[in-house]
């Protein structure tokens, strides 16, 4: 077997594997900055302005991570006590290491969608607003789009739309982690706005699909904006020359959003791929923006094996269970990078 360089490698494990690119290097070192824990720096501030704009919200906060910006957004609507519902999959439950708990006090309950998309019907029925002195009270619900784990799929507009309706007249807040909304915003042409004015509070990451280093933002009123600034500090997350951060993300927003299209044209290309290779692997369907979920469940093989024999053939990928595989594209795979892995993989799994 070759021996594989780092040269080789195509790692399409994550999306939040990219370096940052010779231009967004030039633009942090030219960042102008100042103390941000003084309000101070102005990279962060036209940062925050700039992304609550395009979000249609009163303001915004820069965070270092999409983790501590779904925390923030998730405390600006729940207490202590007080339950968050979402679908079984979503980040917020299952890979933020139960911080909304284990920080917040704050409980959650889950919808499952195979695909992580909004159950309505579910959400009627677990919704328990002030459910008195005996049951966890909601107070928010969280919706992620796209949804990672279910394949990068979009939410459609409709059931967004009634979920407003529903959690408006029960008094219950909306959340929406939007990690990757550009990517949805994108594939289907819906503005950010659009998606955003059906939530109350909103994270957004520069550090997926956009390619920054570090940071995410919380988007909502002037006053959660105020406590999540508040809570930022308290957790640690007080920065002071951020702007050499908020200069990536400035440039992000510049030059890396309407490319996201080629990354969703190499997933759909490297399903195709798959798709050919093997029947039943992955829905061509359902291959929306830049994720790919492989289902190997009935070929007898376990996903950690494929795992390992595609490293050892150079290229990576995630492994989200005993029978799935996830593929994301991003800004340093190009289409041939694509073709490669998507032949490599084909190869594997047709043994
Ligand atoms: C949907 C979603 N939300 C939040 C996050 C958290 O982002 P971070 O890794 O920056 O904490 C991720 C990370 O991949 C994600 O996929």
Same mark, same amino acid.
């Given at each position: 077997?070759? %021996? *594989? %360089?780092?040269?080789?490698?195509?790692?399409? #494990?994550?999306d939040t594997v990219t370096t940052p690119t010779p231009g967004m290097r030039t633009a942090m070192a030219r960042a102008e900055v100042g103390d941000d824990v003084y309000a101070e720096d102005p990279g962060c501030r036209g940062l925050e302005e700039r992304v609550a704009d395009l979000l249609g919200k009163e303001a915004a906060l820069f965070t270092v991570t999409g983790t501590m910006a779904n925390l923030l957004a998730v405390r600006s609507l729940v207490r202590p006590g007080e339950e968050v519902l979402c679908e079984s999959r979503a980040h917020i439950a299952r890979a933020e290491l139960g911080a909304h708990a284990a920080i917040f006090g704050i409980t959650t309950r889950t919808w499952s969608h195979p695909r992580g998309l909004l159950d309505l019907g579910a959400v009627q029925t677990l919704l328990a607003p002030k459910a008195g002195p005996y049951f966890v009270s909601t107070a928010g619900v969280s919706v992620e789009n796209t949804h990672n784990f279910g394949g990068g799929s979009i939410q459609p507009l409709d059931p967004l739309r009634k979920l407003r309706d529903i959690t408006r007249s029960a008094g219950v807040g909306v959340h929406l982690d939007g990690a990757r909304l550009w990517n949805a915003s994108v594939a289907t042409g819906t503005p950010l706005g659009e998606y955003a004015a059906l939530a109350d509070v909103v994270s957004v990451c520069l550090s997926k699909g956009l390619g920054a280093p570090v940071g995410s933002l919380v988007?909502? %009123?002037?006053? *959660?904006?105020?406590?999540?600034?508040?809570?930022?500090? =308290?957790? /640690? /997350? @007080?920065? =002071?020359?951020?702007?050499v951060?908020?200069? $990536? @993300?400035?440039?992000?927003? &510049?030059?890396?959003?309407?490319?996201?299209?080629? &990354?969703?044209?190499? $997933? #759909?290309?490297?399903?195709? %791929?798959?798709?050919?290779a093997r029947r039943g692997?992955? &829905?061509?369907?359902?291959?929306?923006?830049?994720?790919?979920?492989?289902?190997?469940? @009935?070929?007898?093989?376990?996903?950690?094996d494929v795992a390992l024999q595609a490293r050892a053939e150079g290229v990576l990928v995630s492994v989200l269970g005993p029978s799935t595989i996830r593929l994301v594209t991003h800004l340093d795979v190009d289409a041939d990078a694509c073709k490669r892995a998507g032949d490599v993989l084909a190869r594997i799994l047709a043994e």
């Open positions: 077997m070759a %021996t *594989q %360089t780092s040269q080789d490698v195509i790692d399409l #494990r994550s988007a909502g %009123t002037t006053d *959660q904006i105020a406590e999540a600034r508040v809570w930022r500090k =308290r957790l /640690g /997350g @007080g920065w =002071r020359q951020a702007g951060l908020a200069a $990536a @993300g400035s440039y992000a927003l &510049d030059h890396h959003v309407e490319r996201l299209t080629e &990354d969703h044209a190499h $997933a #759909r290309a490297l399903a195709e %791929t798959l798709a050919d692997l992955v &829905d061509l369907a359902d291959v929306e923006t830049n994720i790919v979920v492989l289902d190997i469940a @009935g070929l007898g093989l376990a996903a950690g």
